[in-house]
């Protein structure tokens, strides 16, 4: 069972837009910031989205991030076959005192 | 280019030790701490623990005190990870990653190794 809940799938057609969530509590979604991965089969995990809604250089704008309160969500739009993968959203617990991750999201490109 | 190989896969028998490496490159190594984080087949990602080079901090999981050890080598630039008391649950792809030093909670992990298969089976 993970800390943060994510919705184990999502689906779309090219060009749809799409958005994940990822629920937490206030220990950390609620007091720490969100970032999102994406797990691409026999690749090494990439990072889309930092500090909430940051996105590095090599992202495209197509993603993008948000939080409110102990909740955050993944949005992307311009679905496009490639994105086709797994989602995972993570963030700092301070109770914990260490990194929680969501489940996972499929998201598949119908 | 940053990059980090991680050792190879492993099979190993319930109650067994296993050690995975991680050797990075392209980057100062005490500049990162290094996380160790694994998936299970079908299911989510765990966090482990991580290790700072530079002070050699380490940080487990509640989860795993006790059953893992994380070291870092500054002079081969390689992180390590030692889990004993193996278990079939153990069966996982274990990785390694980076996030910039200053702020355990506050960054992402920016760099990633390519995952090391262990099964454990009898």
């Known amino acids: 069972q993970s800390v943060l809940t994510q919705p184990p799938s999502a689906s779309g057609t090219p060009g749809q837009r799409v958005t994940i969530s990822c629920s937490g509590s206030g220990s950390n979604i609620g007091s720490n910031t969100v970032n999102w991965y994406q797990f691409l089969p026999g690749t090494a995990p990439k990072f889309l989205i930092y500090i909430n809604n940051q996105r590095p250089s090599g992202v495209p704008d197509r993603f993008s991030g948000s939080k409110s309160g102990t909740s955050a969500s993944l949005a992307i739009s311009g679905l496009q076959s490639e994105d086709e993968a797994d989602y995972y959203c993570a963030a700092w617990d301070d109770s914990l005192n260490g990194w929680v991750f969501g489940g996972g999201t499929k998201l598949t490109v119908l | 280019e940053v990059q980090l190989v991680q050792s190879g896969a492993e099979v190993k028998k319930p109650g067994d030790t296993v050690k995975i490496s991680c050797k990075v490159s392209?980057?100062?190594?005490?500049?990162?701490?290094m996380h160790w984080v694994r998936q299970a087949p079908g299911k989510g990602l765990e966090w482990m623990g991580l290790v700072d080079p530079e002070d050699v901090e380490i940080i487990y999981a509640e989860k795993f005190q006790g059953r893992v050890t994380i070291t870092a080598d500054t002079s081969t630039d390689t992180a390590y990870m030692h889990l004993s008391s193996l278990r079939s649950e153990d069966t996982a792809v274990y990785f390694c990653?980076?996030?910039?030093?200053?702020?355990?909670?506050?960054?992402?992990?920016?760099?990633w190794g390519q995952g090391t298969l262990v099964t454990v089976s009898s």
């Open positions: 392209g980057y100062t190594f005490t500049d990162y701490y």
């Open positions: 990653a980076t996030t910039p030093s200053g702020n355990i909670g506050g960054y992402p992990f920016d760099y």
